[in-house]
Nanobody, 126 residues
Framework: QVQLVESGGGLVQAGDSLRLSCAASGLAFRNVDMYNMGWFRQTPGKERKFVVAITGRGGSTFCADSVTGRFTISRDNAKNMVYLQMNSLKPEDTAVYYC????????????????WGQGTQVTVSS
């Protein structure tokens, strides 16, 4: 069973930077580089939305238009870690951020992702 644990959330001001981390574990993660990893975010009453994702071996990344140029995803397969570097944060980036993992074709719709962390709150004040 795959387990994902996010950390690094908090309260920051607009324009600040923040780095989220996601620690992955579980038997299935023996072959961690076979899993695509992604970050999604969700605000109250709204659907969970795609933010950014990276393919298993890190060869390709995909970003939502709203974060392109500001957010960067990276992974360290040797450490079973995934990171989300968020720069130039805006109040509209306020959300609960979820780490996700999936095996197979990378898709940006949350329902195709099978493994989720518990989420970490990011709040950006104006």
């Amino acid at each position: 069973q795959v387990q994902l644990v996010e950390s690094g959330g908090g309260l920051v001001q607009a324009g600040d930077s923040l780095r989220l981390s996601c620690a992955a574990s579980g038997l299935a993660f023996r072959n961690v580089d076979m899993y695509n990893m992604g970050w999604f975010r969700q605000t109250p009453g709204k659907e969970r939305k795609f933010v950014v994702a990276i393919t298993g071996r890190g060869g390709s990344t995909f970003c939502a238009d709203s974060v392109t140029g500001r957010f960067t995803i990276s992974r360290d397969n040797a450490k079973n870690m995934v990171y989300l570097q968020m720069n130039s944060l805006k109040p509209e980036d306020t959300a609960v951020y979820y780490c996700a993992a999936e095996y197979g074709v990378l898709r940006t719709t949350s329902r195709y992702w099978g493994y989720w962390g518990q989420g970490t709150q990011v709040t950006v004040s104006s």
